[in-house]
């Protein structure tokens, strides 16, 4: 890679400690990574795909995005990898149909999977699609465009207990009241169209003390206003535990979250992947009930000092990591015998 953007504007997060967590799963078979598979089920810009690609010159991938132009920018960036690479349209909880679409079937068939959660970098460059609070921009927010539900039409059709429940569960926003009370006040008179107007009403809304603190006042609003666009909470519980039933038995994933919602829901699903089904106080482990799967990190690792001054993305991020040490037939056989 030229640059650490491979010039198209994306700093890929963690990527040396991705590469570490995964490499193990991708190269039992060969270290070259033939006859392996990685699903990267959030494939954005392509820079961590191409950096397994590159380094696993046998390594097959299946690259997963509901964004159709993030999936043009990875086939063009990463086209000198022919067939090795496939993509597929589809949000990540789609991942059972990406893999059937790929040729896999979706029983312990992938040997490692990547999801690298929330919006990208490359999206809130791109000011029409209305995800930073600080560019002016349509009100839209929707990953795929082709999605019927926009930041606009929430704003200017729920009513104020709904959209103070988006702020408030999405965006862990104190004010969510407060800041709901003033969008619909503001649409009484004409309908939201633009993130100016929203910013506006926001700065409104927060008293001057609250805007000195914690960031930018809008930065919570927007952030449940995607989450709610998009589906990404709902999308993402049932993601993982399609995902992990589509992992083979030494195979691995990792997980990267920037914000706190998401974070626990990973953490949760991951907890009782990894929980003994023995019921408490047994003395010993009873057959079939060890748990599947392993934790690889303790607790969620952050980005170092070096690469948050690199790239401030980084600065929110949250990797957790698993493998599968147990496939479901040889716990269901354990537990009949």
Do not use: W
């Not at 010039?7 to 890929?12: A, S, W």
């Not at 989450?227 to 997980?255: C, H, K, Q, T, Y």
Request: charged share 25%; with cysteine.
């Amino acid at each position: 890679m030229p640059d650490a953007t491979g010039g198209f504007g994306h700093v890929p997060v963690l990527l040396d400690r991705c590469f570490e967590l995964l490499r193990p799963a991708l190269t039992r078979r060969d270290s070259d990574g033939s006859g392996a598979v990685l699903l990267d089920g959030t494939v954005g810009a392509g820079g961590h795909a191409e950096r397994f690609l590159a380094e696993l010159p046998g390594l097959r991938l299946i690259g997963v995005d509901r964004d159709p132009t993030a999936l043009d920018i990875v086939r063009e960036r990463l086209s000198r990898f022919g067939d090795r690479l496939t993509l597929v349209q589809t949000r990540y909880d789609g991942i059972v149909d990406a893999l059937a679409e790929s040729g896999y079937g979706a029983d312990e068939s992938v040997d490692g999977m990547l999801f690298d959660l929330g919006v990208s970098s490359m999206q809130l460059d791109r000011v029409e699609r209305g995800f930073s609070y600080a560019q002016d921009a349509p009100l839209d927010m929707r990953m795929d465009p082709t999605s019927p539900l926009t930041a606009a039409e929430i704003l200017n059709t729920y009513d104020e207990a709904e959209i103070a429940d988006i702020l408030r569960r999405y965006g862990e926003e104190k004010l969510a009241r407060r800041i709901a009370t003033h969008i619909v006040r503001r649409r009484a008179h004409s309908p939201f169209t633009t993130t100016a107007e929203l910013v506006e009403v926001i700065y409104q809304a927060v008293p001057a003390p609250a805007r000195r603190t914690g960031g930018h006042p809008a930065k919570r609003t927007f952030q449940a206003l995607r989450i709610a666009v998009n589906s990404e909470l709902d999308a993402l519980r049932d993601a993982m535990p399609a995902a992990l039933d589509a992992l083979a038995v030494g195979g691995r994933m990792v997980v990267m979250a920037y914000q706190s919602l998401e974070d626990r829901i990973v953490k949760r699903v991951f907890a009782e992947a990894t929980t003994s089904s023995t019921p408490s106080g047994l003395p010993v482990e009873l057959p079939g009930h060890a748990p599947q799967f392993t934790l690889l990190t303790r607790g969620a690792e952050r980005a170092g000092d070096a690469e948050v001054q690199q790239n401030p993305r980084s600065a929110a991020v949250r990797l957790r990591a698993i493998e599968r040490v147990q496939s479901k037939s040889n716990a269901a056989r354990k537990g009949g015998a």
